[in-house]
């Protein structure tokens, strides 16, 4: 599956675009587009993929994304409630000499290392998050005004990490683009079946050993911890519809109780028994 290009209108009377929860979570929404984009996104957890990036978040994650930059939707995958807030960009949205004002110095400097992709965390991620979630209900200049708050907010913090990701510049990075996401596809549509490394390395024009080192490089997992994560999520859904443990187990393309159990425990911290109940009876409260 290539990364789809995505053509952003900008919101009426406004020079940016504003998202809230676009709830695609069931959706493998794997795009660019030449603005740059914030992200706020609060949930349990989830996966954080941009570029040949790719982290877990827990309760929230915030970042800011270069333009071209191939990411992934932030809330794929969650089960739960993701609220989500993303303001969408262009590179001159205020003018072509906004940027070069000296009152903007900083914020000009966080733009340029946005073109690699930025996380924040710590008291940063909490007040951009807030501002950003007041972003909706304000009037067209007020949002403007609080927008250019948040990005000093994120220019002045320490509290920010470097994701390295690079931009579809070449026909030879959209295609390793592709064959990954042919990867994903397959994963997609394959993982509760018995899922043979021969096949998907067949799919990449690769041998076992060639795929398997191509595969970390780009992911940081090997391709096995990557079936299982995607498989445990897909067997959190399966126990949030109130069925069996092996009923998720099996159904989430794991064969055997031990191991699914074992897996489960140790991406996320409890047993599938203890995960339903909680999580269940929270529903109902």
Sequence with gaps: ???????IPTDKNSSFRILLTPNLNDLFYWHFHPEFEIVYVEADHGFRHIGDHISKYAGSDLALIGPNIPHLNFDYG?????????????EDFLGKEFFSLPE????????????QGLAFYGE????????????SSLAHF??????????YLLAESSETELLKAQPIASVSMLKEQQRLHQVYQFIETNYQKNIDVNEVAEICHLTIAAFCRYFKKSTHYTFTDFVNQYRINQSKKFLLQDKTVTEACYE????????????????????????KKKHLRSQYM
Excluded: W
């Excluded at 903007?104 to 073109?115: G, H, P, Q, T, V």
């Excluded at 991620?125 to 950003?132: I, P, W």
């Excluded at 007020?142 to 990005?151: E, G, T």
């Design 1 to 7: 599956m290539k990364a789809k290009r995505e053509a």
């Design 78 to 90: 969650v089960k739960t409630t993701a609220d989500t807030v993303v303001v969408q960009m262009k």
């Design 124 to 135: 940063t991620k909490r007040v951009a998050g807030e501002k950003l979630k007041k972003l």
């Design 142 to 151: 007020d949002q403007l005004l609080l927008l250019l708050q948040i990005f």
């Design 104 to 115: 903007m110095i900083s914020i000009k400097a966080l733009f340029e290392k946005a073109r």
């Design 252 to 275: 989430s393309g794991f064969g055997n109780i031990s191991y699914f159990n074992k897996t489960f425990k140790k991406l996320i911290g409890e047993n599938p028994s203890n995960f």
